[in-house]
């Protein structure tokens, strides 16, 4: 049986000093669509594209990682604070995507923000975090 060792630590060699030039950035989100002011029709897929952190599983325990969570026509909740799970309008991204698509909007304005939050759903400091405002058709 062949082994996939070699090739996975060749991998993690060459990845992780990409890593690391990354976390001497400050992180940032942008929510890249809905674009800002937008009227769209749902669903309304949402992307994120985050840099100077990197997206992984809730699971990851690791300094200079995170993920996403979209607060959809919520506020934010207090930062210092762990994010809440089971609460409407507030969305854990915890497998490490970065899309996710809204399915039940209601016609009109609703405004969603963005989040990176550590492995214990804190958002990391100083905050990473986006807004976007768009009309539903
Ligand atoms: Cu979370």
Do not use: Y
């Amino acid at each position: 049986m062949r082994t996939l060792i070699p090739g996975l630590a060749l991998g993690v060699a060459v990845l992780l000093p990409a890593v690391a030039a990354a976390q001497a950035g400050h992180a940032k989100v942008k929510i890249a669509a809905p674009v800002k002011g937008a009227t769209v029709s749902g669903p309304v897929k949402v992307v994120l594209q985050a840099t100077g952190v990197e997206i992984v599983p809730a699971t990851v325990e690791r300094p200079g990682t995170g993920h996403h969570h979209l607060f959809v026509d919520h506020d934010l909740t207090p930062v210092d604070d762990t994010i809440p799970r089971g609460v409407t309008g507030i969305i854990h991204l915890g497998r490490g995507q970065t899309e996710f698509v809204l399915d039940s909007l209601k016609p009109g304005p609703h405004r969603v923000i963005a989040v990176v939050a550590d492995w214990k759903h804190v958002p990391l400091k100083p905050l990473v975090v986006d807004t976007v405002r768009f009309t539903v058709k």
